[in-house]
């Protein structure tokens, strides 16, 4: 009996994602010299800011790349400022912390012609407890914290377009409409990619809602809903094609795999590192999208074009 052939895949763009990927490590490709280093004053009582939500973005952005405490990120983006040839102060670090509460970070992303279609999942990143090693040597020590990342990722682009960062408690179909919510309703959404955790109502009512198509495998003890409303009947449709045609061939019809896309994002994003640094909710949530952020810059540099060879 002969042996399955294994698919072979290469990168067809191997030149410009090299220099992609060159362009990643230089200091300087993540400063703009025609940002608005200082903040405009607003009129309002009190003092005002003196930089500006970029400057203290930018400043975050080398801490989440760089790993470094405050004190040490404040210093490199003084020397980054020096070598530019730049003139322009440098928050401290308690500014930094301070203003890190209240930063709405502006995730840059690409947008591609025609319909969205989003890949949706959600993993776990640590804020507090020991680190694995030291568990598996000397035992869990006190109370390890996990927090939930939730992403919808674009499979043309493969920049993330909505993230949401909750209590490890919180479920994963009950974000599910916050995150789509936050694709603007002018942008059509096609598909929406998700596993079987999302197989609930209330996510198949927000993806029909939005006037997209649901690619959600049926949990393995599911059974028919009550065809009340739209969303149950799509539902059920889908129910029948898994039982006629097997869970296999639906998902290669329906293109579910590009599922492990998301799935490998995940990884980038705790690549940057597999805790965070920040205690407090609103700052972890400001250091998850300047992560967030990152990525899809990255993304904008360049990325691998993968073909598979026959």
């Given at each position: 009996?002969?042996?399955?052939?294994?698919?072979?895949?290469?990168?067809?763009?191997?030149?410009?994602y090299n220099a992609a990927l060159k362009k990643r490590g230089s200091l300087l490709v993540w400063l703009?010299?025609?940002?608005?280093?200082?903040a405009a004053h607003e009129g309002r009582p009190?003092?005002?800011?003196?930089?500006?939500?970029?400057?203290?973005?930018?400043?975050?952005?080398?801490?989440?790349l760089f790993k470094l405490p405050l004190r040490q990120t404040a210093g490199m983006v003084a020397s980054l400022l020096r070598i530019a040839g730049l003139d322009w102060p440098v928050p401290d670090f308690s500014t930094l912390c301070r203003r890190q509460k209240t930063l709405a970070v502006q995730i840059p992303y690409r947008r591609a012609n025609g319909p969205l279609n989003l890949l949706v999942d959600s993993t776990g990143i640590k804020f507090l407890g020991d680190g694995e090693w030291q568990a598996r040597k000397h035992g869990v020590r006190g109370c390890r914290q996990w927090r939930k990342v939730h992403l919808a990722m674009d499979t043309a682009t493969s920049d993330i377009r909505a993230v949401e960062f909750t209590?490890?408690?919180?479920?994963?179909?009950?974000?599910?409409?916050?995150?789509?919510?936050?694709?603007?309703?002018?942008?059509?959404?096609?598909?929406v990619t998700a596993d079987g955790a999302y197989d609930t109502r209330r996510c198949y009512s927000a993806i029909i809602d939005r006037n997209a198509a649901p690619i959600i495998p049926i949990r393995k003890n599911g059974r028919p809903w009550?065809?009340?409303?739209?969303?149950?009947?799509?539902?059920?449709?889908?129910?029948?094609?898994?039982?006629?045609?097997?869970?296999?061939f639906w998902k290669r019809w329906t293109g579910y795999h590009a599922q492990s896309r998301i799935e490998a994002k995940m990884r980038c994003l705790k690549a940057f590192g597999e805790r965070i640094a920040a205690r407090?909710?609103?700052?972890?949530?400001?250091?998850?999208?300047i992560r967030v952020a990152l990525m899809n810059r990255f993304n904008a540099l360049g990325t691998a074009e993968i073909t598979r060879v026959e």
């Open positions: 009996m002969s042996k399955p052939s294994t698919a072979r895949y290469r990168v067809a763009n191997w030149s410009d703009d010299k025609d940002m608005t280093w200082l009190g003092r005002p800011p003196v930089f500006s939500n970029a400057a203290i973005q930018f400043c975050l952005s080398i801490k989440v209590p490890s408690r919180d479920g994963d179909s009950p974000i599910l409409p916050e995150l789509l919510d936050q694709i603007p309703e002018k942008e059509q959404i096609g598909t009550t065809e009340d409303c739209s969303a149950a009947r799509v539902r059920n449709e889908t129910l029948r094609a898994n039982r006629h045609y097997g869970r296999a407090e909710p609103d700052r972890q949530t400001a250091e998850i999208h």
